[in-house]
């Protein structure tokens, strides 16, 4: 067999992170009924907030302090399915890893995660951690809400109906016009298909009877559509912990990089260290007997969150000093000072 066999055709590609194989999470709120005929404004709406979070996630490094390869391929897992992570959570209410004694480590398939009366995992070989509201109301953060996403989806449609018809609704009448239910499904079909103001419709029609076109305002511009539909989009940020500076704009160039600072260092953070956790619980089930902060994170490519080498070193020189006034007063610290000049080396080779 040399190098060239594709015996297997599924294994040609490498993959460099999943794909998620649990098709109602892919959507999202996706999966709950929708209007007949309505447009998926909400998806939209939803999207630009979850972009900031798979964003925001895709600068979260975990690492290692020693050499091992169940920590290392815990790691290179989470750090390349961190999406999918951040998914899970959102639309299950918990995240879910399973693992092997081999070190691999995978998302449970479609229908193969078995609850309890209290809704709490029990597969074996499976590390889970739950949400608050998964642990209070046994719900996902997409079903609660649901509500907001329902409201973006009517003041959507909304707003595209009444700009279609500019707000008017019209009213045919004449003479022979019969009014029976038939005639009146059959005419709203061919003016639908021919006549409005598409590229390939009729802006007007002809009649060889007298016919008399009337209108009602229906008084759109009162309706505020617009207002309120920017509203609840920032009813959507403020759910998803997202600022709406960091969205909407709108605001002073120091107000966008306040809101980024508060989105990572609250919002990012607080889902780094659920994946955290998640990643010190898959080191404890494995074979190799490692402490928990064996795995750790960081915050890297953004600017104001990342920290240098002289921050990190100013706040070690503060730790030193400590240490040589403790070892001036008789306390061995010998140890701790090799093992921050250790960290101090390190540090410096990464940087």
Do not use: H
């Not at 079909?189 to 009649?207: C, H, I, N, P, R």
């Not at 730790?319 to 921050?340: F, P």
């Amino acid at each position: 067999m040399g190098i060239f066999d594709r015996k297997n055709k599924r294994d040609n590609a490498v993959q460099v992170n999943d794909v998620n194989k649990n098709l109602p999470m892919v959507f999202g709120w996706n999966w709950f009924p929708r209007k007949k005929g309505y447009k998926p404004f909400a998806e939209a709406f939803v999207q630009m907030c979850l972009n900031q979070l798979y964003n925001g996630v895709s600068n979260l490094t975990f690492e290692t302090t020693r050499n091992s390869l169940f920590a290392n391929n815990i790691c290179a897992f989470i750090d390349s399915n961190s999406t999918l992570l951040v998914n899970m959570w959102l639309n299950k209410g918990f995240i879910c890893v399973m693992y092997n004694d081999k070190g691999e480590y995978r998302f449970p398939e479609q229908n193969e995660l078995r609850f309890d009366q209290f809704g709490r995992v029990l597969n074996m070989n499976a590390v889970v951690i739950y949400s608050p509201v998964y642990q209070t109301k046994r719900k996902s953060y997409m079903q609660i809400v649901k509500p907001v996403l329902d409201l973006i989806d009517n003041l959507g449609n909304t707003v595209s109906e009444s700009t279609n018809t500019m707000g008017v609704l019209p009213i045919i009448s004449g003479n022979s016009i019969p009014a029976n239910p038939k005639f009146k499904e059959e005419l709203a079909v061919a003016m639908t298909k021919e006549y409005g103001w598409g590229e390939d419709q009729l802006k007007y029609f002809l009649s060889q009877q007298e016919l008399k076109v009337d209108s009602i305002d229906m008084k759109v511009k009162d309706l505020e559509l617009r207002e309120n539909l920017e509203s609840a989009f920032k009813y959507l940020l403020d759910f998803f912990e997202v600022p709406v500076d960091l969205v909407l704009g709108n605001s002073t160039y120091a107000n966008v990089e306040s809101a980024r600072l508060y989105f990572y260092e609250s919002t990012i953070r607080k889902y780094a260290e659920v994946m955290l956790k998640v990643a010190r619980a898959l080191l404890t089930a494995s074979p190799e007997l490692l402490p928990q902060n064996t795995i750790t994170y960081r915050i890297s490519n953004v600017a104001g969150v990342d920290r240098s080498l002289s921050d990190k070193c100013s706040e070690r020189e503060s730790y030193i000093d400590l240490l040589i006034k403790l070892r001036d007063n008789g306390i061995d610290t010998d140890e701790e000072l090799a093992k921050v000049y250790s960290d101090l080396q390190r540090d410096y080779i990464e940087s």
